[in-house]
């Protein structure tokens, strides 16, 4: 094998692993195989060799799930990857002046996952587990996370296969490109029911002094909150706090 190849399957190992979220837990192998687009052979191979280390676990015949060589990693993760005070001071206050719950994520591959949270003062909330992912084809803070300049420079297709994975029809490529763009010149976006009909979001960028988008400060609620009359102050609410947050000089944990 050569180094190219042997890039190309840790590539194909962490792909597979990416397709283990909260919404897909568990896959048959039938299925992780018809997802990937990769030969049976090929998915059995690279399985088989995280089940060896521990990565995925075996819970029935051909069906698998991540397995316990992942609570090391989590352990530290959650030892070194502490959000600082002032970062969720901020986020408190967003919180305390929209009455929504604020949420910090960053990209990790193809998925946004939930940093930190500071629950919302309504009764009715729209709540996310921290620690969970979730894809980067629908959402507002998927849309900001996907202006960080260098993403889609060094995958130029990453929008086109983002949107394969999306219950969307034909064409919603062009359209997620589009709304990427302009999320990109606004400096902010809004979402409304694109993962779960009935909820909605505004997101801006946290940003490191090079410039570098490094996480989404979001807020999310019903829809029927996030209404005309009420998005220009949540939007200028959340791009505050992304400013307070960028000046804080913290410089998140996904961003090279």
Sequence with gaps: MSEGDGVR?????????????DEHPTWSLAALTA?????????LRLVTTLEQRGLVAAIGPGKYAIGP??????????????????????????????????????RVGRTRVCLAQAPGSLSVRHMVVVGSSMPLWGGA??????TDPPVLDVDPSLIEELALEAPRQPGFA?????????????????????RELGASGVAAPVRRTDGRVVAAIAIGGPTT???????????????????TISRTGWSGFSAS
Excluded: Q
């Design 9 to 21: 399957s840790v590539h194909r190992a962490l792909d597979l692993l990416e397709r283990f979220d």
């Design 35 to 43: 997802a990937s687009g990769l030969p049976k052979t090929t998915v």
């Design 69 to 106: 060589g992942f609570l090391r990693w989590s352990r530290l993760s959650s030892a070194t990857m502490e959000i600082p005070p002032a970062v969720r001071a901020a986020m408190g206050k967003l919180s305390a002046d929209t009455g929504e719950t604020a949420n910090l994520y960053i």
């Design 141 to 146: 803070a998927s849309k900001v996370l996907l």
């Design 174 to 194: 062009k359209k997620l490109r589009a709304t990427v763009t302009d999320a990109a010149a606004r400096g902010f976006a809004v979402s409304h029911g694109e």
């Design 225 to 243: 909150r996030f209404s005309d009359d009420r998005l220009p102050p949540y939007i200028t609410a959340v791009r505050r706090c992304a400013e």
